[in-house]
């Protein structure tokens, strides 16, 4: 990791920077692989397949003898520790559901919100090195508790073909409706615009690497759906003198490992924090599995000494982090002064990893510095809210010259009309 001593504010832009491809190349590659599957659809799906995912396939969808066969593939333990995920997530998001509620605005004029779930969804979950059964919980549960028909997941395949069992089982504890062996920038296209076999969905969800999100914000700048911008993993760590370098370490490399584009930041205003920290961080390194990638990931990360902790705070609601652990005795205290972040984990016993699997909250969440515009995945991602008013005899006279003069001030007389008219009737 690169160690930075008291940068002035001029360099804070150049250390929140994220690690990327080049812009222009990305969307030509992606943009190519779009088209193809414009064209050609499931064709192109089997092409890409090959070529990136090393598998010939005969069929996209998986049946629903592969469904079931994957309980029979999964530990026991692992069974038991999803169905604990599921109802802690299930418990977060259930109330998250609106109720409707009517405002008479004034008398005889009423007004309110009827929440309504979008029929049909797509989900991408990323596979290949780390299968991510998890992102299957986040995205099916709010799916399925805002009332969602069809709940389309695509994932890449193995080399033979065959999907992780932990997504299988996964996906069918919390009602996904088709599964595809299909994955990178054309599942996304072909959710976007469909193929004869994938039908195009209404809204697009779930994280992925550049390409993913890459592709997401093409066909969203082509009227599609998406929930965010949500690309290669990234956490911040906000540590004081209380925190525990072990676990910062921990916390650092839980997110390193994700892949070798991810970014992790440490700030802090105790220079021994970081010194502790990245002793510990070189220790665990070595016990990692994934040890080659987090290494790589923690090439294009930055450990940040202020002198002031609202400093820091100050550098880290810039950076507006996916992922915020504030590694604090007092971390209630500087977790009231966030004001950009996906999801924020208060205190030293608060591991980033409880967030991603199993605390409840939704793991979905915006990347790249998103977090200054948009929030993470709800119930609310998959419910669009409509409006209703009605309006009785005594509300028109009410409101009626307001409307009136507004309408007439702003030279449109049919609609000053269509007020008159009534209460000509009145």
């Known amino acids: ?72 593939n999964i530990s026991e333990s692992l069974k038991a520790a999803i169905n604990v995920a599921i109802e802690n997530i299930k418990r977060f998001h259930s109330v998250q ?59 890449p395949p193995s080399k033979d073909g065959s999907i992780h069992p932990a997504i299988l089982y996964a996906a069918h504890q919390v009602g996904v409706t088709e599964i595809y062996r299909c994955g990178g920038a054309q599942a996304i296209a072909a959710m976007a615009y469909g193929t004869n076999s994938i039908k195009k969905v209404d809204k697009i969800f779930g994280p992925g690497n550049q390409y993913v999100t890459a592709a997401k914000q093409l066909v969203q700048m082509d009227g599609i759906a998406i929930d965010m911008p949500a690309g290669p993993s990234e956490v911040c760590v906000l540590a004081d003198g209380t925190a525990n370098p072990d676990f910062v370490a921990a916390d650092l490399l839980s997110q390193a490992e994700h892949g070798p584009d991810s970014q992790v ?95 409840g909250t939704n793991h979905t969440l915006p990347t790249n510095g998103y977090a200054r515009a948009y929030s993470g995945v709800s119930v609310d991602s998959f419910v669009k809210k409509i409006t209703f008013q009605q309006i009785s005899q005594q509300g028109i006279q009410n409101i009626g010259k307001t409307i009136i003069t507004m309408a007439e001030a702003e030279g449109l007389d049919a609609h000053a009309n269509a007020v008159k008219i009534r209460l000509n009737q009145c």
């Open 265 to 359: 930041l440490l700030v802090t205003n105790d220079e021994s924090i970081i010194e502790k920290t990245l002793k510990s961080l070189h220790a665990q390194l070595g016990l990692l599995e994934r040890k080659d990638i987090a290494a790589r990931a923690l090439e294009n990360s930055k450990a940040v000494l202020l002198k002031e902790m609202d400093d820091a705070m100050e550098l880290v609601n810039d950076y507006a982090a996916e992922h915020l652990i504030i590694a604090s005795e007092d971390a209630h205290r500087y977790g009231a002064m966030v004001i950009n972040a996906g999801s924020v984990f208060l205190g030293n016993y608060t591991p980033e990893s409880a967030g991603d699997y199993a605390s």
């Open 1 to 72: 990791m690169q160690i930075i001593h008291y940068p002035e504010k001029e360099e804070w832009a150049g250390i929140t920077e994220r690690p990327a491809i080049e812009n222009g190349m990305l969307r030509k590659q992606v943009g190519k692989i779009i088209a193809d599957v414009r064209k050609t659809g499931d064709r192109s799906l089997r092409r890409y397949a090959k070529k990136f995912d090393g598998v010939d396939l005969k069929k996209l969808a998986v049946g629903q003898k592969e469904i079931k066969a994957a309980e029979k």
């Open 97 to 155: 559901v609106e109720e409707i509620k009517k405002i008479e605005t004034m008398d005889g004029v009423e007004c309110w919100r009827r929440p309504t779930s979008m029929k049909r969804v797509g989900l991408y979950i990323p596979g290949g090195s780390a299968p991510l059964f998890s992102t299957v919980l986040m995205l099916g549960i709010p799916a399925q508790i805002a009332g969602c028909s069809e709940v389309v997941l695509c994932t």
